[in-house]
């Protein structure tokens, strides 16, 4: 089954202490992307990377890191967990269709909060 | 830059009522649009997109939504709501250059309710 996988669904965590939030894909795709999403605001794209060793920033990369050293898989990082971090992160992955443009699939979503 | 503007934040509804949820858009470029929908504790799931063609576009679950391009808006329309339909609507744009980043507006919260 073509999907996106994230791990862990759900994770309670506490000021400063490093994590990994992992990603994977098993569809060929490309391109990929985080998005956290907050009450009010939408999902905002925080990182992408559009194949591998190649990562760039979206609208809200602060306090984040990636990489993508293999093609399938986009763990997200974050170093130095702070409160404002506590979100709903969704991991997706795309590649171009034949209508010319890149349908997006989405993982599962994660549920992270930060103490 | 391009940007994507739900004007209603929560939309309450009965249940077989019609409903549109609006979304609005501004680029000076060409746009895909797209209706996402997100079921209590889930994940997102697509529920119809326009690329080209027909402005009139059918998704699931009885959903339809109009492109008008002199409005740039791209609203969301079901004639007869169920409870089921309850959960939070998100419409999103992707410029037709580069990357093809996916931007989305902030949400729309439908409540069906008996």
């Known amino acids: 089954e073509a999907q996106v996988t994230q791990n862990p669904r759900y994770l309670i965590t506490v000021t400063g202490k490093k994590l990994t939030v992992t990603c994977s894909q098993n569809m060929n795709h490309e391109y990929m992307s985080w998005y956290r999403q907050d009450p009010g605001l939408g999902l905002r794209q925080i990182y992408y990377?559009?194949?591998?060793?190649?990562?760039d920033k979206g609208d809200v990369p602060e306090g984040y890191k990636v990489s993508r050293k293999e093609k399938r898989n986009f763990p997200l990082i974050l170093e130095s967990p702070s409160p404002n971090q506590t979100s709903l992160y969704f991991c997706?992955?795309?590649?171009?269709?034949?209508?010319?443009?890149?349908?997006?699939?989405f993982g599962p979503g994660t549920r992270l909060t930060v103490l | 830059a391009q940007s994507v503007t739900q004007l209603d934040s929560q939309v309450p509804v009965f249940e077989e009522a019609p409903v549109e949820l609006r979304c609005n858009y501004s680029?000076?470029?060409?746009?895909?649009l797209f209706w996402y929908v997100q079921y209590p504790n889930q994940g997102l799931q697509l529920l119809l997109k326009?690329?080209?063609?027909?402005?009139l576009v059918k998704g699931i679950n009885g959903f339809e939504a109009e492109f008008n391009k002199s409005q740039t808006s791209f609203h969301l329309r079901k004639p007869s709501v169920h409870i089921s339909d309850t959960a939070e609507y998100f419409c999103?744009?992707?410029?037709?250059?580069?990357?093809?980043?996916?931007?989305f507006g902030t949400g729309t919260r439908l409540l069906v309710s008996p």
């Open positions: 999103a744009v992707i410029l037709n250059t580069g990357f093809q980043k996916l931007v």
């Open positions: 680029s000076s470029v060409s746009v895909y």
């Open positions: 997706a992955s795309s590649s171009p269709t034949s209508g010319g443009y890149n349908e997006q699939f």
């Open positions: 990377s559009m194949n591998v060793e190649v990562t």
């Open positions: 326009y690329l080209s063609g027909s402005t």
